[in-house]
């Protein structure tokens, strides 16, 4: 179990960093920015929209919420709540943006701070937006990554507590369906005998049931099904011939942007294309385009947790530790002693 953990918070670090200078970017534009494929940890150009002044190894919001949602859990003994992850995130926000990176975090995870620090019920303050687009991001997704690792092989579990994630800043059907596919996927590759195919499946159960607990809990949108653009994305990557082909189609025929619906069921593919390979996986997600680090890191939270960390690079993880003084081993064996 530990290993997997810690395959996983590394992959989903790793990945995240790798991302990080490249997005916004179209695959042409990265290869013409970094002299072919982007495929070693690097510093975000100058000109760059949301990281400027990044330093080669830099972790973003992805690893940090992520880590968030980890303490959550390790200091609560388990047991979270939607109060809770709004305390966590607000606190992340805050801290960071005193540090004049507040561009990293998205308008949705912005404005559930700002509604919970102004005194909003986190259950139930998602309802005041009736904006189609507002709470649809990837913003869920990308920090669910210990709800499937604390609930291995429990469905049910996963649902709960991606819910009591999302509903402070993605209270709605759509990211929760896709916070849900990637924790289910996640929470399946935690378990003895998982393989590609049997992550992919719980991928879409996870996608199906969050869909449906959202619509029941959250505010419905009108956007297009995550678990019917999983099914899309995986066809699409399995006709490719390499995964450079199925990076292009995925991301002409997906899209790799911040929407949920978009950037979700792209890792997934990606996830696919690359067999469950970690490292292919941060690679391919880097070089997809637009949300990269995003994509990148979610990606590699699928194949850190399906192969371990014994597949992890020391060479890559023993940088992004160092760059960002993380202590990912602690917040690892914090997260296996929950597991019951």
Same mark, same amino acid.
């Given at each position: 179990?530990?290993?997997?953990?810690?395959?996983?918070?590394?992959?989903?670090?790793?990945?995240?960093?790798?991302?990080?200078?490249?997005?916004?970017?179209?695959?042409?534009?990265?290869?013409?920015?970094?002299?072919?494929?982007?495929?070693?940890?690097?510093?975000?150009?100058?000109?760059?929209?949301?990281?400027?002044?990044?330093?080669?190894?830099?972790?973003?919001?992805?690893?940090?919420?992520?880590?968030?949602?980890?303490?959550?859990?390790?200091?609560?003994?388990?047991?979270? &709540?939607?109060?809770?992850?709004?305390?966590?995130?607000?606190?992340?926000?805050?801290?960071?943006?005193?540090?004049?990176?507040?561009?990293?975090?998205?308008?949705?995870?912005?404005?559930?701070?700002?509604?919970?620090?102004?005194?909003?019920?986190?259950?139930?303050?998602?309802?005041?937006?009736?904006?189609?687009?507002?709470?649809?991001?990837?913003?869920?997704?990308?920090?669910?990554?210990?709800?499937?690792?604390?609930?291995?092989?429990?469905?049910?579990?996963?649902?709960?507590?991606?819910?009591?994630?999302?509903?402070?800043?993605?209270?709605?059907?759509?990211?929760?369906?896709?916070?849900?596919?990637?924790?289910?996927?996640?929470?399946?590759?935690?378990?003895?005998?998982?393989?590609?195919?049997?992550?992919?499946?719980?991928?879409?159960?996870?996608?199906?049931?969050?869909?449906?607990?959202?619509?029941?809990?959250?505010?419905?949108?009108?956007?297009?099904?995550?678990?019917?653009?999983?099914?899309?994305?995986? &066809?699409?990557?399995?006709?490719?011939?390499?995964?450079?082909?199925?990076?292009?189609?995925?991301?002409?025929?997906?899209?790799?942007?911040?929407?949920?619906?978009?950037?979700?069921?792209?890792?997934?593919?990606?996830?696919?294309?690359?067999?469950?390979?970690?490292?292919?996986?941060?690679?391919?997600?880097?070089?997809?385009?637009?949300?990269?680090?995003?994509?990148?890191?979610?990606?590699?939270?699928?194949?850190?947790?399906?192969?371990?960390?014994?597949?992890?690079?020391?060479?890559?993880?023993?940088?992004?530790?160092?760059?960002?003084?993380?202590?990912?081993?602690?917040?690892?064996?914090?997260?296996?002693?929950?597991?019951?």
């Amino acid at each position: 179990m530990y290993n997997r953990i810690l395959g996983c918070l590394s992959m989903v670090a790793i990945g995240d960093a790798l991302g990080m200078p490249s997005h916004d970017m179209t695959i042409d534009q990265i290869k013409e920015s970094f002299g072919g494929a982007l495929n070693a940890f690097r510093p975000a150009p100058e000109d760059s929209r949301v990281h400027k002044g990044y330093k080669a190894a830099q972790i973003t919001d992805d690893t940090l919420l992520t880590l968030s949602v980890a303490d959550a859990y390790i200091q609560n003994r388990g047991t979270i &709540s939607s109060r809770i992850i709004a305390e966590m995130t607000s606190a992340v926000v805050n801290e960071y943006s005193k540090r004049g990176l507040d561009k990293m975090f998205g308008p949705s995870t912005k404005n559930s701070v700002e509604g919970f620090l102004s005194g909003n019920d986190p259950e139930t303050m998602f309802m005041r937006d009736n904006h189609p687009t507002m709470g649809t991001s990837n913003g869920g997704a990308m920090k669910i990554s210990p709800v499937g690792l604390v609930h291995p092989g429990h469905l049910e579990g996963v649902i709960g507590d991606t819910l009591k994630v999302c509903l402070p800043s993605h209270g709605t059907q759509t990211a929760i369906s896709a916070a849900s596919a990637i924790a289910a996927g996640i929470s399946r590759a935690m378990m003895p005998g998982a393989d590609v195919f049997s992550v992919v499946r719980s991928a879409l159960r996870g996608a199906e049931a969050g869909e449906l607990m959202g619509r029941r809990k959250a505010r419905t949108v009108p956007l297009p099904s995550v678990s019917k653009r999983i099914k899309l994305a995986v &066809s699409i990557a399995l006709k490719a011939d390499d995964i450079e082909t199925a990076n292009r189609d995925l991301s002409e025929m997906i899209g790799t942007g911040l929407a949920a619906y978009e950037s979700i069921p792209t890792a997934i593919g990606i996830f696919v294309a690359c067999g469950g390979d970690p490292v292919k996986c941060v690679m391919a997600g880097a070089n997809v385009g637009f949300d990269t680090d995003t994509i990148a890191s979610m990606a590699g939270a699928l194949a850190g947790t399906l192969k371990g960390f014994d597949s992890v690079p020391m060479e890559l993880f023993s940088k992004v530790q160092r760059v960002n003084q993380l202590e990912l081993e602690k917040v690892a064996a914090g997260l296996e002693n929950l597991i019951v």
